[in-house]
């Protein structure tokens, strides 16, 4: 069972809220990585991180942020959520050794719906 | 970035052998085959990864020509509880974003 937590499991909030989703894993994993979806659509890689103090943009542009200030914790914050931020928000985080090396652990998600 | 194509939607009855094939023709040397399972309102879980020829483990198997161009997913005698997206990325999770790309991956529906 992958040790990789979100909270909170489901949001609902008003427009113009700021908003922060956690996520945290317990393996060590030096990779992070958000993706947001729709339900029924794909999957889309918002952020990445390969370490502390490293975050990337994923494939597709987002409004949200991120930040890697401890190897375990890699939070989403949206500083002003609107109507067209309601999706669900996965997050998922690999090691760089071992035989899952290239397998991605993905949490349980947040869905968020922004009213 | 590393692209694959794989059918939308498959059918199958319970019992029977479902083999899900995806292209990947612009692989590249460095680049595994990982194959994810993902059912309504759940993360994507892992289901298989291998390199080349033949990969089995305690739910499928993966077959991989020489020319790597393409693989096959194998799930034998699926239960309704496969019923899935299944998703096929290629690429190498160290060297940057080339197996973070899931495509539309292929909806599996196994009947009764």
């Known amino acids: 069972e992958a040790d990789i937590y979100q909270t909170p499991r489901y949001l609902v909030i008003g427009t113009g809220k700021k908003i922060t989703l956690e996520c945290s894993q317990t393996m060590g994993h030096d990779k992070m990585y958000w993706y947001q979806q729709d339900p029924g659509m794909e999957l889309h890689l918002i952020h990445y991180s390969y370490g502390v103090n490293s975050t990337e943009k994923g494939d597709l542009s987002s409004e949200s942020t991120v930040s890697r200030i401890r190897t375990e914790h890699f939070p989403l914050t949206l500083e002003s959520a609107r109507p067209s931020h309601t999706s669900q928000y996965l997050c998922a985080s690999s090691g760089s050794s071992g035989s899952s090396y290239n397998e991605q652990f993905f949490g349980p998600g947040t869905r968020l719906t922004v009213l | 970035l590393a692209k694959t194509t794989q059918p939308i939607s498959m059918d199958s009855y319970e019992g029977q052998e479902v083999n899900i094939t995806c292209s990947h023709n612009?692989?590249?040397?460095?680049?595994?085959i990982t194959w994810y399972q993902q059912f309504p309102s759940q993360g994507p879980r892992f289901i298989i990864q291998g390199y080349k020829t033949k990969v089995t483990n305690e739910v499928a198997s993966l077959f991989i020509p020489a020319d790597r161009k393409s693989s096959t997913l194998s799930l034998p005698r699926v239960s309704l509880s496969d019923t899935a997206v299944y998703y096929c990325l290629v690429g190498d999770l160290d060297t940057g974003r080339r197996a973070l790309t899931f495509g539309s991956g292929t909806r599996l529906q196994v009947q009764p």
């Open positions: 612009n692989i590249a040397t460095n680049d595994y």
